[in-house]
T-cell receptor
C-alpha cells in the first residue's frame, strides 16, 4: 500500500511569506506527527495529532507555526512570516492505534523548505 | 528532559570489518530506544527497537541501563549498510509518543 506522502517535495520562498506543507498519512492511521530536521541535526518533534485534535504542540517553536488536521487524515503545517532560520526538511510520520502503546512511526519523504 | 547523543558524525569501516555505532541517552525513567536508518534518497525507516530484541540485517543493539547506552553493532559490514543512522528515544508512560533523535552517524563502508 501507499506510504506517507508529503507535498511539495521542495518549496522555495522569500523571507516574510506564508507557506503550507501537506501530509497524507497512511490510510487508517490515527496518529500523525510533524518533525523538523535542520542541516546536520536529527529530526526534532513539532506536533502530534491523535485524530483531529493536536494532542501535543509543545515542539512548535513559536506562534508563527500552526498545524491542522480537520478530518483526521490529511494534515497541513502552516508557517507565517517565514524566516531564514525556518529552512529545513519538514518530516511527517503516521502510526496506527493509540500513542501510549507504541506503534511504529512511518515517515514520509519530507518537504525541503528554503527561505531566501 | 530527554536527550540522545551520537558522538560520531561519520564512521568509515572496510567491508567485512565489525561496526559499532554509539548511542548514549539521558532520561529519568525507563525509555524505549530505537535505531532508524536512512539510505541514500530514501525515507527514514525503523531498523530495530530494543524491546523486540531482534537482529535486523545482521544488526543488533542491547540496551545498557547502567551505562545509558544503546550501541548498534554488526560483526561484518556490507557495502549496502552505508547510510545515515539515527538513535531515538521514546519516554515511558501515557503521553509519551514523540521521538527524540540524536544527530545521526553517517556510516560509510569502504569496498
Amino acid at each position: 500500500g501507499a506510504g506517507v506522502s508529503q507535498t511539495p517535495s521542495n518549496k522555495v520562498t522569500e523571507k516574510g511569506k506564508y507557506v503550507e506543507l501537506r501530509c497524507d498519512p497512511i490510510s487508517g492511521h490515527t496518529a500523525l506527527y510533524w518533525y523538523r530536521q535542520s542541516l546536520g541535526q536529527g529530526p526534532e518533534f513539532l506536533i502530534y495529532f491523535q485524530g483531529t485534535g493536536a494532542a501535543d504542540d509543545s515542539g512548535l517553536p513559536n506562534d508563527r507555526f500552526f498545524a491542522v488536521r480537520p478530518e483526521g487524515s490529511v494534515s497541513t503545517l502552516k508557517i507565517q512570516r517565514t524566516e531564514r532560520g525556518d529552512s529545513a526538511v519538514y518530516l511527517c510520520a503516521s502510526s496506527a492505534g493509540l500513542a501510549f502503546t507504541y506503534n511504529e512511526q512511518f515517515f514520509g519523504p519530507g518537504t525541503r523548505l528554503t527561505v531566501l | 528532559a530527554q536527550r540522545v547523543t551520537q558522538p560520531e558524525k561519520l564512521l568509515s569501516v572496510f567491508k567485512g570489518a565489525p561496526v559499532e555505532l554509539k548511542c548514549n541517552y539521558s532520561y529519568s525513567g525507563s525509555p524505549e530506544l530505537f535505531w532508524y536508518v536512512q539510505y541514500s534518497r530514501q525515507r527514514l525507516q525503523l531498523l530495530l527497537r530494543h524491546i523486540s530484541r531482534e537482529s535486523i540485517k545482521g544488526f543488533t543493539a542491547d540496551l545498557n541501563k547502567g551505562e545509558t547506552s544503546f550501541h548498534l553493532k554488526k560483526p561484518f559490514a556490507q557495502e549496502e549498510d552505508s547510510a545515515m543512522y539515527y538513535c531515538a528515544l521514546r519516554g515511558s508512560g501515557a503521553g509519551s509518543y514523540q521521538l527524540t533523535f540524536g544527530k545521526g552517524t553517517k556510516l560509510s563502508v569502504i569496498p
